[in-house]
Every structure is written in structure tokens, then in C-alpha cells.
């Protein structure tokens, strides 16, 4: 079992910034590909970032690319999503996923632990 608990959710204005951590238990933590996906209001959630296990390859969405960075810590069992030049349609709940298939995708179905979401909302 994999445990992944998000934070560092809140409220900031536009073009602020803000940083996401997830903390994951168990000893394989650094065999993840770990992901960041959303969900606004009324929207299906959907794939944000994703990181290789070693860090080395990373994979973000259009809207996302270029603003936000995913990085992890294998030490410290831990995933980040740097978030900066938020814009309002970046609102939404940010969800931790584990993918203990180590291959890099978007795909949610693929992920195999999720974490409880953390909410960012940004105001305009």
C-alpha cells in the first residue's frame, strides 16, 4: 500500500505562485512514476505533470508547459509542482497519483494510489 498526502494548497492572486507537496510512504517510493493531476468545478480531473522514477524525465500538459515544474525528492519520498504565473482556470483541486507501472504517462487509469487532493484557488 501506498499512502500520499498533498500540501501546500490555498488561495493567491493571479500570476502568483504556489508550491504543491506530496509525501508518500512505503520503501519503493523512488520505483514510482509519480503524477499531478486537477479537477475544476463541474470537470472531468485531468492530467497536469508526471516524473520518471529517477527524475530524469519529466511530461507536462499544454496548458501547463513552461508555468509549472514537477520535481521529486527519492530521499525524502516526496513530489513537488512548482506553480508559478497562476491564472484563474488554474483553480481546482490538485491530486498526488502513483504509478507503480514506472511508465511515464497521462493516463489516469494508470495510476495505481492517489492522494486527497489539495485545493488551489487562484482569484483574478
Known amino acids: 500500500q501506498v499512502q500520499l498526502v498533498e500540501s501546500g494548497g490555498g488561495l493567491v492572486q493571479a500570476g502568483g505562485s504556489l508550491r504543491l507537496s506530496c509525501a508518500a510512504s512505503g520503501r519503493t517510493f523512488s520505483s514510482y512514476v509519480m503524477g499531478w493531476f486537477r479537477q475544476a468545478p463541474g470537470k472531468e480531473r485531468e492530467f497536469v505533470a508526471a516524473?520518471?522514477?529517477?527524475?530524469?524525465?519529466?511530461y507536462y500538459a499544454d496548458s501547463v508547459k513552461g508555468r509549472f515544474t514537477i520535481s521529486r525528492d527519492n530521499a525524502k519520498n516526496t513530489v513537488n509542482l512548482q506553480m508559478n504565473s497562476l491564472k484563474p482556470e488554474d483553480t481546482a483541486v490538485y491530486y498526488c497519483?502513483?504509478?507503480?507501472?514506472?511508465?511515464?504517462?497521462?493516463?489516469?487509469?494508470?495510476?495505481?494510489?492517489w492522494g486527497q487532493g489539495t485545493q488551489v484557488t487562484v482569484s483574478s
Open positions: 516524473i520518471s522514477w529517477s527524475g530524469g524525465r519529466t
Open positions: 497519483a502513483a504509478d507503480t507501472h514506472a511508465i511515464l504517462t497521462m493516463t489516469q487509469e494508470r495510476y495505481d494510489y
